[in-house]
């Protein structure tokens, strides 16, 4: 695969629970459009993620919401409720197969965690056939770089993968640090966007 055809449409996924959408999420996907030359992003909140327990009690429907008015302002990105439509547990391979097409480039943005783990994830060998994992690091720790490169080397070894990564500063911020410190009662008006503060404050969430 040529990752760089201009005649494909190049399309970006960001999945996860989005609880709430903060402003880390938001540069990320800002830095991942720019680098990656995205025609379009889909942002998709999980309905129910596999790869984590939910510490929190929120409406999948607030979450869509929240994530209409975090990247509202971003020209290319789409908000979709498509894993939510289809309900149940949100498996990566299942929403690549929706938005295959043969004019189309998947580029699934991952988390270091995430893609340290992606081979384990349901049908993993699909999934490196149908998109290219682009990864952005969260810290600067230099033992989490020698498991990112390994992992490297067994993707490409194992799957033919062409991986690929967002260089940008590191944010330090969380959606469970931003839920903490609603429960605790403090200010997140640095963390979220405005919209999504008011959002938050509206429907009494995360408290």
Known sequence: MNAYNENIRRVGIYGGTFAPPHNGHVEAAKAFMRQMRLDYLFVIPAAIPP?????????????????????????????????LRRGGVSYTVDTLRELTAP???????????????LDQWYQAEEIF?????????????????NKILKKIGEYTEKYNAIVRRVVTEPIE????????????????????????KKYIEDHCLFR
């Open 51 to 83: 790869h984590k327990q939910l510490d929190f009690v929120a409406d999948p429907l607030d979450r869509l919401k929240m994530c209409e008015l975090a990247f509202s302002g971003i020209e290319g990105v789409i908000v979709s409720d498509l894993e």
């Open 103 to 117: 004019d189309t480039r998947l580029f699934l943005f991952c988390g270091t965690d995430m893609f340290l783990t």
């Open 129 to 145: 056939k149908l998109c290219y994992p682009i990864y952005i690091r969260r810290e600067n720790d230099p033992f989490i770089t």
């Open 173 to 196: 911020l969380s959606s469970s640090l931003v839920r903490k410190t609603l429960r605790e009662g403090g200010d997140i008006s640095t963390m979220v966007d405005p919209k999504v």
